[in-house]
Protein backbone atom coordinates (compact mmCIF):
# COMPACT_ATOMS: atom_id res chain seq x y z
CA UNK A 1 0.00 0.00 0.00
CA UNK A 2 1.13 3.56 -1.16
CA UNK A 3 2.40 6.14 2.12
CA UNK A 4 -0.12 8.67 2.12
CA UNK A 5 1.43 12.52 2.26
CA UNK A 6 -0.67 15.37 2.96
CA UNK A 7 0.19 18.55 0.41
CA UNK A 8 -0.97 21.86 2.27
CA UNK A 9 -0.54 24.88 -0.63
CA UNK A 10 -0.84 27.84 1.11
CA UNK A 11 -1.68 31.30 -0.40
CA UNK A 12 -2.34 35.04 0.47
CA UNK A 13 -6.19 34.48 -0.36
CA UNK A 14 -9.01 36.22 -2.43
CA UNK A 15 -12.22 37.22 -1.94
CA UNK A 16 -14.48 35.19 -3.50
CA UNK A 17 -17.28 38.11 -4.17
CA UNK A 18 -17.23 41.88 -4.13
CA UNK A 19 -19.62 41.02 -0.78
CA UNK A 20 -16.56 39.85 0.87
CA UNK A 21 -13.81 42.45 0.75
CA UNK A 22 -14.79 44.22 3.86
CA UNK A 23 -14.29 41.14 5.96
CA UNK A 24 -11.18 39.77 3.82
CA UNK A 25 -9.48 43.50 4.72
CA UNK A 26 -10.93 42.81 8.41
CA UNK A 27 -8.92 39.70 8.40
CA UNK A 28 -5.91 41.10 7.14
CA UNK A 29 -5.86 43.77 9.81
CA UNK A 30 -6.49 41.39 12.21
CA UNK A 31 -10.25 41.86 13.11
CA UNK A 32 -10.25 45.74 12.89
CA UNK A 33 -12.71 46.71 10.28
CA UNK A 34 -11.59 49.37 7.32
CA UNK A 35 -13.15 52.74 7.67
CA UNK A 36 -15.69 53.13 4.66
CA UNK A 37 -12.93 55.70 2.83
CA UNK A 38 -10.28 53.00 3.06
CA UNK A 39 -12.84 49.94 2.31
CA UNK A 40 -14.08 51.94 -1.34
CA UNK A 41 -10.72 52.68 -1.97
CA UNK A 42 -9.80 48.85 -2.06
CA UNK A 43 -13.03 48.37 -3.89
CA UNK A 44 -11.93 50.68 -6.50
CA UNK A 45 -8.69 48.73 -7.00
CA UNK A 46 -10.62 45.44 -7.00
CA UNK A 47 -13.11 46.90 -9.80
CA UNK A 48 -10.70 48.16 -11.87
CA UNK A 49 -8.12 45.83 -12.40
CA UNK A 50 -10.94 43.01 -13.78
CA UNK A 51 -14.24 44.26 -13.15
CA UNK A 52 -14.65 42.69 -9.91
CA UNK A 53 -13.19 38.98 -10.84
CA UNK A 54 -10.61 37.90 -8.50
CA UNK A 55 -7.84 36.55 -10.04
CA UNK A 56 -5.68 35.19 -7.40
CA UNK A 57 -7.85 32.75 -6.89
CA UNK A 58 -8.06 31.35 -9.84
CA UNK A 59 -4.13 31.08 -10.24
CA UNK A 60 -3.90 29.37 -7.03
CA UNK A 61 -6.84 26.56 -7.70
CA UNK A 62 -5.20 26.08 -10.70
CA UNK A 63 -1.44 25.66 -9.38
CA UNK A 64 -2.79 23.64 -6.79
CA UNK A 65 -4.56 21.08 -9.60
CA UNK A 66 -1.10 21.42 -11.42
CA UNK A 67 1.09 20.27 -8.51
CA UNK A 68 -1.29 17.49 -7.87
CA UNK A 69 -0.98 16.29 -11.59
CA UNK A 70 2.89 16.60 -11.08
CA UNK A 71 2.93 14.48 -7.70
CA UNK A 72 0.41 11.83 -9.36
CA UNK A 73 2.60 11.35 -12.26
CA UNK A 74 5.79 10.33 -9.59
CA UNK A 75 5.87 6.48 -9.06
CA UNK A 76 7.86 6.76 -5.48
CA UNK A 77 5.58 4.80 -3.44
CA UNK A 78 3.69 6.98 -1.89
CA UNK A 79 0.25 9.47 -2.80
CA UNK A 80 0.26 12.47 -2.64
CA UNK A 81 -2.93 14.68 -1.31
CA UNK A 82 -2.86 18.33 -1.90
CA UNK A 83 -5.10 20.63 0.03
CA UNK A 84 -5.42 24.14 0.04
CA UNK A 85 -4.55 26.54 3.14
CA UNK A 86 -5.25 30.22 2.71
CA UNK A 87 -4.11 33.30 5.15
CA UNK A 88 -6.84 35.91 4.82
CA UNK A 89 -9.50 33.75 2.70
CA UNK A 90 -11.87 30.11 2.77
CA UNK A 91 -10.23 27.87 3.48
CA UNK A 92 -7.96 29.11 5.48
CA UNK A 93 -4.99 27.41 6.47
CA UNK A 94 -6.29 26.03 9.65
CA UNK A 95 -9.37 24.64 7.36
CA UNK A 96 -7.01 23.04 5.32
CA UNK A 97 -5.30 21.32 8.19
CA UNK A 98 -8.59 19.99 9.36
CA UNK A 99 -9.24 18.47 6.08
CA UNK A 100 -6.08 16.69 6.27
CA UNK A 101 -7.17 15.07 9.77
CA UNK A 102 -10.70 14.47 8.22
CA UNK A 103 -8.92 12.41 5.70
CA UNK A 104 -6.48 10.14 8.19
CA UNK A 105 -3.53 11.23 6.97
CA UNK A 106 -1.32 11.77 9.73
CA UNK A 107 1.83 13.30 7.29
CA UNK A 108 1.86 16.07 5.60
CA UNK A 109 4.50 18.67 3.73
CA UNK A 110 3.11 22.45 3.91
CA UNK A 111 4.64 25.02 1.37
CA UNK A 112 3.49 28.83 0.77
CA UNK A 113 3.47 30.07 -2.94
CA UNK A 114 5.47 32.73 -1.97
CA UNK A 115 9.41 32.05 -2.36
CA UNK A 116 10.89 34.43 0.42
CA UNK A 117 10.77 34.03 4.34
CA UNK A 118 10.32 36.85 6.19
CA UNK A 119 8.47 36.00 10.07
CA UNK A 120 5.60 38.25 8.86
CA UNK A 121 4.41 36.36 5.88
CA UNK A 122 5.98 32.70 5.53
CA UNK A 123 6.47 32.71 8.52
CA UNK A 124 3.22 33.66 9.65
CA UNK A 125 1.94 30.81 7.59
CA UNK A 126 4.14 27.99 8.47
CA UNK A 127 2.96 29.03 12.68
CA UNK A 128 -0.68 28.71 12.13
CA UNK A 129 -0.68 25.87 9.89
CA UNK A 130 2.02 24.05 12.71
CA UNK A 131 -0.15 25.08 15.37
CA UNK A 132 -3.07 23.00 13.55
CA UNK A 133 -1.34 20.05 12.90
CA UNK A 134 0.17 19.64 16.26
CA UNK A 135 -3.36 19.89 17.99
CA UNK A 136 -4.43 17.26 15.52
CA UNK A 137 -1.66 14.75 16.11
CA UNK A 138 -0.30 15.38 11.99
CA UNK A 139 3.95 15.11 11.67
CA UNK A 140 4.10 18.62 9.21
CA UNK A 141 7.31 19.32 7.58
CA UNK A 142 7.76 22.83 5.91
CA UNK A 143 9.39 24.59 2.72
CA UNK A 144 10.59 27.82 4.32
CA UNK A 145 12.07 29.00 1.06
CA UNK A 146 12.95 28.51 -2.13
CA UNK A 147 14.76 32.24 -3.82
CA UNK A 148 17.56 30.00 -5.08
CA UNK A 149 16.32 27.30 -7.02
CA UNK A 150 17.48 27.28 -10.41
CA UNK A 151 13.73 26.39 -11.99
CA UNK A 152 13.12 29.88 -10.46
CA UNK A 153 15.66 31.60 -11.47
CA UNK A 154 15.64 30.22 -15.03
CA UNK A 155 11.41 31.14 -15.09
CA UNK A 156 12.53 34.45 -14.67
CA UNK A 157 15.07 35.04 -16.94
CA UNK A 158 12.80 33.51 -19.62
CA UNK A 159 10.78 36.36 -18.91
CA UNK A 160 13.07 39.08 -18.40
CA UNK A 161 14.59 37.65 -22.05
CA UNK A 162 11.07 38.02 -24.22
CA UNK A 163 10.28 41.40 -22.67
CA UNK A 164 13.25 42.94 -23.58
CA UNK A 165 12.25 42.36 -27.02
CA UNK A 166 9.32 45.56 -26.33
CA UNK A 167 12.19 47.75 -26.03
CA UNK A 168 14.34 49.50 -28.48
CA UNK A 169 17.86 49.90 -25.82
CA UNK A 170 17.37 45.84 -25.32
CA UNK A 171 19.79 44.64 -22.48
CA UNK A 172 22.33 47.30 -22.64
CA UNK A 173 19.52 50.01 -22.53
CA UNK A 174 16.68 49.15 -19.93
CA UNK A 175 16.94 49.18 -16.51
CA UNK A 176 15.26 46.12 -14.57
CA UNK A 177 13.71 46.93 -11.47
CA UNK A 178 13.26 43.52 -9.21
CA UNK A 179 10.01 44.03 -6.49
CA UNK A 180 8.42 42.88 -4.08
CA UNK A 181 5.72 43.85 -1.35
CA UNK A 182 7.36 45.64 1.68
CA UNK A 183 7.49 45.23 5.05
CA UNK A 184 7.10 47.30 8.28
CA UNK A 185 11.04 48.06 9.03
CA UNK A 186 10.71 46.79 12.28
CA UNK A 187 11.80 43.29 10.34
CA UNK A 188 15.03 44.69 9.99
CA UNK A 189 15.74 44.34 13.74
CA UNK A 190 14.13 40.61 14.18
CA UNK A 191 17.52 39.46 11.77
CA UNK A 192 14.78 38.74 9.24
CA UNK A 193 16.25 37.32 6.04
CA UNK A 194 13.84 38.68 3.87
CA UNK A 195 15.73 41.63 2.10
CA UNK A 196 18.77 39.43 2.06
CA UNK A 197 17.24 36.29 -0.04
CA UNK A 198 15.14 39.00 -2.01
CA UNK A 199 18.70 40.33 -3.04
CA UNK A 200 19.89 37.27 -3.67
CA UNK A 201 17.50 36.20 -6.03
CA UNK A 202 17.54 39.75 -7.89
CA UNK A 203 21.38 39.25 -8.19
CA UNK A 204 20.59 35.74 -9.62
CA UNK A 205 18.64 35.79 -12.49
CA UNK A 206 20.29 39.61 -13.32
CA UNK A 207 23.71 37.42 -13.65
CA UNK A 208 22.24 34.36 -15.51
CA UNK A 209 20.30 36.95 -17.92
CA UNK A 210 23.55 39.03 -18.75
CA UNK A 211 21.79 42.51 -17.25
CA UNK A 212 24.11 45.10 -15.24
CA UNK A 213 21.56 48.02 -15.33
CA UNK A 214 18.91 46.63 -12.19
CA UNK A 215 18.13 47.67 -8.80
CA UNK A 216 15.77 46.61 -6.47
CA UNK A 217 12.68 48.22 -5.25
CA UNK A 218 9.71 47.69 -2.74
CA UNK A 219 5.96 47.87 -4.05
CA UNK A 220 2.85 47.90 -2.42
CA UNK A 221 3.47 49.20 1.17
CA UNK A 222 0.58 49.13 3.75
CA UNK A 223 -0.95 52.36 4.79
CA UNK A 224 -0.05 52.38 8.47
CA UNK A 225 1.34 54.90 10.65
CA UNK A 226 4.95 52.31 10.69
CA UNK A 227 7.63 53.28 8.29
CA UNK A 228 7.77 50.50 5.93
CA UNK A 229 11.07 49.23 4.07
CA UNK A 230 12.42 51.73 1.27
CA UNK A 231 12.88 52.87 -1.93
CA UNK A 232 9.32 52.53 -2.71
CA UNK A 233 9.21 51.42 -6.85
CA UNK A 234 7.34 54.92 -7.94
CA UNK A 235 10.29 57.18 -6.02
CA UNK A 236 13.14 54.64 -7.57
CA UNK A 237 11.48 55.63 -11.18
CA UNK A 238 11.55 59.54 -10.44
CA UNK A 239 15.16 59.09 -9.55
CA UNK A 240 15.87 57.08 -12.56
CA UNK A 241 14.21 59.62 -15.08
CA UNK A 242 16.24 62.45 -13.32
CA UNK A 243 19.28 60.24 -14.21
CA UNK A 244 17.91 60.21 -18.04
CA UNK A 245 16.95 56.35 -17.66
CA UNK A 246 13.96 55.79 -20.62
CA UNK A 247 12.99 52.13 -20.76
CA UNK A 248 11.83 50.57 -17.01
CA UNK A 249 11.22 46.65 -16.64
CA UNK A 250 9.34 45.34 -13.66
CA UNK A 251 10.44 41.87 -12.33
CA UNK A 252 7.95 41.26 -9.61
CA UNK A 253 9.96 38.56 -7.75
CA UNK A 254 8.09 38.15 -4.73
CA UNK A 255 5.03 36.64 -6.00
CA UNK A 256 4.15 34.38 -8.12
CA UNK A 257 0.85 34.98 -9.70
CA UNK A 258 -1.23 38.18 -11.09
CA UNK A 259 -3.47 39.74 -8.76
CA UNK A 260 -3.94 43.07 -7.25
CA UNK A 261 -0.37 43.93 -6.62
CA UNK A 262 0.64 42.99 -9.86
CA UNK A 263 -2.42 44.35 -11.68
CA UNK A 264 -3.27 47.22 -10.11
CA UNK A 265 -0.16 48.24 -8.14
CA UNK A 266 2.34 47.50 -11.26
CA UNK A 267 0.19 47.62 -14.04
CA UNK A 268 -2.13 50.68 -13.31
CA UNK A 269 -0.18 52.74 -11.13
CA UNK A 270 3.16 52.42 -11.77
CA UNK A 271 2.35 53.00 -15.34
CA UNK A 272 0.71 55.52 -14.97
CA UNK A 273 3.95 57.10 -13.35
CA UNK A 274 5.88 56.09 -15.91
CA UNK A 275 3.78 57.95 -18.82
CA UNK A 276 3.74 61.22 -16.49
CA UNK A 277 7.56 60.54 -17.13
CA UNK A 278 7.66 59.87 -20.46
CA UNK A 279 9.48 56.19 -19.34
CA UNK A 280 8.65 53.18 -21.17
CA UNK A 281 7.46 50.80 -18.63
CA UNK A 282 6.89 47.07 -18.89
CA UNK A 283 6.72 43.77 -16.48
CA UNK A 284 7.44 40.52 -17.09
CA UNK A 285 5.22 37.83 -17.20
CA UNK A 286 4.02 36.40 -14.13
CA UNK A 287 4.95 32.60 -13.12
CA UNK A 288 1.17 31.56 -12.61
CA UNK A 289 0.87 27.84 -13.82
CA UNK A 290 4.45 27.76 -15.40
CA UNK A 291 6.01 24.11 -15.83
CA UNK A 292 9.14 25.31 -14.47
CA UNK A 293 7.85 26.45 -11.10
CA UNK A 294 5.29 23.74 -10.85
CA UNK A 295 8.07 21.00 -11.27
CA UNK A 296 10.22 23.22 -8.83
CA UNK A 297 6.79 22.95 -5.86
CA UNK A 298 7.30 19.33 -6.85
CA UNK A 299 10.48 18.92 -6.03
CA UNK A 300 10.39 20.68 -2.59
CA UNK A 301 7.60 18.33 -1.77
CA UNK A 302 9.41 15.62 -2.69
CA UNK A 303 12.72 16.43 -0.70
CA UNK A 304 10.96 17.07 2.45
CA UNK A 305 8.90 14.59 2.83
CA UNK A 306 11.09 11.66 4.27
CA UNK A 307 12.50 14.69 6.70
CA UNK A 308 12.17 14.74 10.63
CA UNK A 309 9.84 17.48 11.33
O1 LIG B 1 -5.30 39.86 -5.35
C1 LIG B 1 -5.62 39.79 -4.17
O2 LIG B 1 -6.79 39.74 -3.83
C2 LIG B 1 -4.61 39.75 -3.06
C3 LIG B 1 -3.34 40.46 -3.45
C4 LIG B 1 -2.31 40.49 -2.31
C5 LIG B 1 -1.17 39.72 -2.23
C6 LIG B 1 -0.43 40.15 -1.07
C7 LIG B 1 0.78 39.63 -0.69
C8 LIG B 1 1.52 40.02 0.37
N1 LIG B 1 1.10 40.89 1.34
C9 LIG B 1 2.11 41.04 2.25
C10 LIG B 1 2.09 41.82 3.40
C11 LIG B 1 1.08 42.69 3.75
C12 LIG B 1 1.06 43.50 4.94
C13 LIG B 1 -0.10 44.25 4.93
C14 LIG B 1 -0.80 43.90 3.72
C15 LIG B 1 -2.00 44.45 3.32
C16 LIG B 1 -2.71 44.09 2.18
C17 LIG B 1 -3.99 44.64 1.77
C18 LIG B 1 -4.34 44.03 0.58
C19 LIG B 1 -3.30 43.08 0.26
N2 LIG B 1 -2.34 43.15 1.24
FE1 LIG B 1 -0.66 41.96 1.36
N3 LIG B 1 -1.13 41.15 -0.44
C20 LIG B 1 -2.30 41.37 -1.17
C21 LIG B 1 -3.30 42.28 -0.85
N4 LIG B 1 -0.06 42.95 3.03
C22 LIG B 1 -5.59 44.25 -0.25
C23 LIG B 1 -4.76 45.70 2.56
C24 LIG B 1 -4.82 47.02 1.86
C25 LIG B 1 -3.47 47.54 1.52
O3 LIG B 1 -2.68 47.81 2.45
O4 LIG B 1 -3.23 47.63 0.31
C26 LIG B 1 -0.55 45.27 5.99
C27 LIG B 1 -1.43 44.60 7.00
C28 LIG B 1 -1.81 45.54 8.11
O5 LIG B 1 -2.53 46.52 7.83
O6 LIG B 1 -1.36 45.28 9.22
C29 LIG B 1 2.15 43.50 6.02
C30 LIG B 1 3.24 40.21 1.83
C31 LIG B 1 2.87 39.59 0.67
C32 LIG B 1 3.73 38.63 -0.23
C33 LIG B 1 3.88 37.27 0.40
C34 LIG B 1 2.61 36.46 0.38
O7 LIG B 1 2.01 36.24 -0.70
O8 LIG B 1 2.20 36.05 1.47
C35 LIG B 1 4.58 40.07 2.54
C36 LIG B 1 -0.77 38.63 -3.16
Known amino acids: MKKKIAVLVMSYGTPESMDQIEAYYTHIRRGRPPSAEELQELTERYETIVGGVFPLREHTNKQVAELQRALDSLDDGCEYVCFQGLKHASPFIEDGVQRIADASIHEAVGV ?106 WQSAGRTADPWLGPDILDVMTDLQKQGVKEILA ?30 FERVRSLNQDPQYIKLLRDLVVELKDRPP
Open 112 to 217: VLAPHYSVMSVGSYIQRAAEKAEGLGIRMRFVKSYHTRPELIEAYTERISESLEQFEGGKTGVHVLFTAHSLPERILEMNDPYVDQLLMTSRLIADHAGISRWQFA
Open 251 to 280: CPIGFVSDHLEILYDLDIEAKQHAAKLGIH
